[in-house]
C-alpha cells in the first residue's frame, strides 16, 4: 500500500518518525510534513505566497520532503503535485504529540490534514499519544495503528469523513469507538511582556456523557471516532425551511 504520512509537529517530531518507520517495513511511505510546529493551525492552507519545500535524503521512505506550510498544504502538495503520478492509498496525520480529543479536533493541524486527505477522496487516520511526555506511547499508538489497519480500511468511509485516535497516557486497556466531546475550555489570556497575550485554560468536563473520546480515555482507553468535514444539521435544517 502506499502510505502518505504528514503531521502538525513538524518533519523532526518522534511522533511521524515513529508511525513512519513502522508502516515502512510492509508499505510503501512518503512522508511530507511541515518544517516546524504547526500545531492548532486548523484546515488552513497557504494561498497568498508560495509554498517552499526541501526534499531530504531517506534510505527508509519514497519521498521525505520537508514544506514551509500548514499540514494541509503538505497533504495537497502531496496530491496534486508531489504524488499526482502515483495517488496514495491512504493519509495518516501524526503521531501527534498530545492529544485531539473533544473539541480540540476544531484547532487540531492533524486532524485537519486527515480531513484534506477525506477532502481529496483517500482514506485517511488522524493519530494522537495523549500525553506527550509519555515516551512508550508513540511505540504503543503505532502499534495499535498498524495492528487495526486493515480492520479500519474495511469499514469504507463516506466521502469527506476520517477517523481520528488517541492513545491514552498509559498502556491501553482496549480500543473503544466513541463519540467526540462537544467540552469547552476556561480560556483566558495571560499578558507577556509589552504587548503579547498567551492563551490558556482547561477544559470543563461537567456534564459529560461517558460515551465519549474523553472520558473513555479519561478510563484507560484508546479512542477512534469519526470525523467529516459534513457541516449540515439536517434536522434543523428542515426546521430552517418551515420557518422561511
Known amino acids: 500500500m502506499r502510505i502518505l504520512i504528514t503531521n502538525d509537529d513538524g518533519i523532526n517530531s518522534v511522533g511521524i518518525k515513529t508511525i513512519a518507520d513502522a508502516l515502512s517495513k510492509e508499505h510503501e511511505v512518503y512522508v511530507i510534513a511541515p518544517s516546524t510546529q504547526r500545531s492548532a493551525t486548523g484546515h488552513g492552507i497557504t494561498l497568498h505566497n508560495p509554498v517552499t519545500y526541501t526534499r531530504l535524503s531517506s534510505e527508509k521512505y519514497k519521498l521525505h520532503i520537508s514544506v514551509d506550510g500548514t499540514p494541509a498544504d503538505c497533504v495537497k502538495l502531496a496530491v496534486l503535485y508531489f504524488m499526482k503520478d502515483g495517488l496514495p492509498d491512504l493519509v495518516i496525520s501524526g503521531i501527534n504529540e498530545g492529544s485531539n480529543l473533544g473539541s480540540e479536533v476544531i484547532y487540531s493541524g492533524t486532524v485537519s490534514a486527515a480531513l484534506e486527505g477525506a477532502y481529496l477522496r483517500i482514506p485517511s487516520i488522524a493519530i494522537s499519544n495523549a500525553d506527550r511526555n509519555f515516551a512508550e506511547g508513540y511505540e504503543l499508538a503505532s502499534a495499535l495503528l498498524c495492528e487495526n489497519l486493515e480492520r479500519f480500511l474495511a469499514i469504507n ?10 492513545y ?39 456534564g459529560m456523557s461517558e460515551n465519549t473520546d ?30 422561511i
Open 157 to 166: 468511509l463516506p466521502p469527506y469523513t476520517a477517523l481520528n485516535i488517541n
Open 168 to 206: 491514552p497516557p498509559q498502556k491501553a486497556k482496549g480500543l473503544k469507538a466513541t463519540e467526540i466531546a462537544i467540552n469547552r475550555y476556561t480560556d483566558s489570556y495571560e499578558k507577556v511582556g509589552e504587548n503579547g497575550l498567551l492563551i490558556g485554560g482547561l477544559p470543563d468536563l461537567e
Open 214 to 243: 474523553v472520558k473513555a480515555l479519561e478510563k484507560g482507553y484508546a479512542t477512534v471516532s469519526v470525523v467529516t468535514l459534513n457541516k449540515n444539521d439536517y434536522k434543523y435544517m428542515e426546521i430552517l425551511k418551515g420557518s
